[in-house]
């Protein structure tokens, strides 16, 4: 039995939601097709052909990367790859291109999009979890023709279950403020060698150090999986936020956050007891790097191609 039968690849957002709307709930969006394809073959065993596909990733809106006014503005169709590859997201959003850079291997980052990391909802999505730490905001276009802004994780409504419904709408691109002076960011996770898809946890940070540089004066934290949705350790920001950027801090926030976290146990990828330790293993690693972005203006992101 075939997986679909039509294959669309419409040139406009507009096009797309149209077409969607000719196939009335049994057509839907792909882009690289690395989860979707896995889905379609493994999960429905093959039981249900999809009536369409259809391809966004030539819709040039969706696959532009631009600043304009100190934000970032990143296509849902931007490959793993192409955010890896971009100079302005490593210099002023380092932990994005840290977390896309690991993304399965070379084959699954040239052709997996940052749009299908948010758009498949999971919790542990690598790019998922560095937008969630940027404070990204994502725009879609509703099936009722309507375009809107809205906070990224308002898209999320459980494990692999998303407010875009990919039979009908699309998700069109992110937006994260860009990373001005004393603000840095990094990315940090852990995953099993012979990895399934998705990292044991990942932790992203944007911090913002006072004038002086010796002081959190703000900060995101992601770390995830540790729900059904995707979410910021606002506990753990709190810990950080007035205080001086020193092994204590480190110390007290690495503690808030295991006390107010709550991973839970994966049958494929970990303990509740490993990510509960890591946590802190994660925070160690990132926080410090992240304030030295903060203080130097220098980011050249790490590990990328090592996932
Ligand atoms: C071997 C392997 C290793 C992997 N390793 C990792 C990893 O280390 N970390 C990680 O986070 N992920 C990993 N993944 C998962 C996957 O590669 C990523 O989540 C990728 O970003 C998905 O993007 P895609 O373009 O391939 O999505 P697709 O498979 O094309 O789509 C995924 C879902 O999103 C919908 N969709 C896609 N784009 C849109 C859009 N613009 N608007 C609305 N709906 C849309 C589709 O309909 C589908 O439901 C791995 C996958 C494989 C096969």
Redesign the pocket.
């Known amino acids: 039995m075939p997986l679909w039968h039509d294959y669309h690849t419409p040139a406009t957002v507009e096009e797309a939601i149209q077409t969607l709307a000719r196939y009335d709930g049994e057509a839907?969006?792909?882009?690289?097709?690395?989860?979707?394809?896995?889905?379609l073959q493994h999960t429905m065993q093959g039981r249900h052909t999809l009536a369409a596909l259809v391809d966004?990733t030539a819709i040039s809106e969706?696959t532009q990367i631009e600043e304009q006014d100190d934000l970032i503005y990143v296509g849902?169709?931007v490959?793993?790859t192409g955010i890896v590859d971009s100079p302005l997201i490593e210099q002023k959003a380092t932990c994005l291109v840290e977390?896309c850079g690991?993304?399965?291997?070379p084959q699954?980052r040239n052709?997996?999009?940052?749009?299908?990391?948010v758009?498949?909802a999971?919790p542990?999505?690598?790019?998922?979890t560095s937008l969630t730490a940027l404070n990204a905001e994502a725009e879609v276009a509703w099936h009722t023709g309507q375009r809107e802004w809205l906070p990224l994780l308002q898209l999320f409504k459980g494990p692999g279950l998303?407010a875009?419904d990919?039979?009908r709408?699309?998700?069109?691109r992110f937006r994260f403020k860009a990373s001005q002076q004393q603000e840095g960011t990094a990315f940090k996770r852990i995953?099993r060698p012979q990895?399934v898809?998705?990292?044991v946890l990942g932790c992203a940070v944007w911090v913002k150090l006072n004038d002086s540089g010796d002081t959190y004066a703000d900060a995101h934290i992601c770390i995830g999986p540790v729900a059904s949705i995707p979410a910021r350790a606002s506990e753990a920001e709190q810990a950080l936020i007035g205080q001086p950027t020193t092994e204590t801090t480190l110390d007290a926030v690495s503690h808030t956050a295991r006390e107010t976290l709550h991973p839970r146990t994966s049958k494929y990828r970990s303990t509740a007891a490993y990510r509960d330790y890591m946590i802190e293993t994660l925070l160690r690693q990132a926080l410090p790097l992240a304030v030295e972005r903060a203080r130097t203006g220098v980011a050249q992101a790490e590990g990328v191609g090592m996932?």
């Open positions: 839907r969006i792909i882009a690289g097709g690395t989860d979707l394809l896995i889905d966004v969706m849902a169709g490959t793993h977390s690991v993304v399965g291997g699954v052709v997996g999009t940052l749009g299908g990391n758009a498949h999971l542990a999505g690598d790019g998922t998303s875009v990919s039979t709408d699309v998700l069109i995953m990895g898809a998705l990292p996932g």
